[in-house]
């Protein structure tokens, strides 16, 4: 059991930047691979990035693709996504979710934990 808490959401305003953590207890956060994907109202979730076990490989969706970065701290059991040039659409509940496999997915399902989610929005 991996348990995912999230924590840097808020409001902010269009070209600004937040940083998102995601803290995990439980089973040894470097055997897992782990995504944020964000979710806005009446729309699916959706991936936004990627991070492999070892943090060597990222990747992203092409909407955040330069303006968002991935990464993680595996003797601090954290990963983060910093979020640069932030615009209105990217407000949404955002997720950190791990996997417990060699590869990054874009799917949903494909997670096995997910954190509670936090809250970003953006203001034009």
């Known amino acids: 059991q991996v348990h995912l808490v999230e924590s840097g959401g808020g409001l902010v305003q269009a070209g600004n930047s937040l940083r998102l953590s995601c803290a995990a207890s439980g089973r040894t956060f470097s055997g897992y691979v782990m995504g944020w994907f964000r979710q806005a109202p009446e729309k699916e979730r959706e991936f936004v990035a990627g991070i492999s076990r070892s943090g060597s490989s990222t990747y992203y969706a092409d909407s955040v693709k330069a303006r968002f970065t991935i990464s993680r701290d595996n003797a601090e059991n954290t990963v983060y996504l910093q979020m640069n040039s932030l615009k209105p659409e990217d407000t949404a509940v955002y997720y950190c979710?791990?996997?417990?496999?060699?590869?990054?997915?874009?799917?949903?399902?494909?997670?096995?934990?997910w954190g509670q989610g936090t809250q970003v929005t953006v203001a034009s």
């Open positions: 979710a791990a996997r417990g496999a060699t590869r990054v997915s874009v799917t949903p399902n494909d997670y096995d934990y």
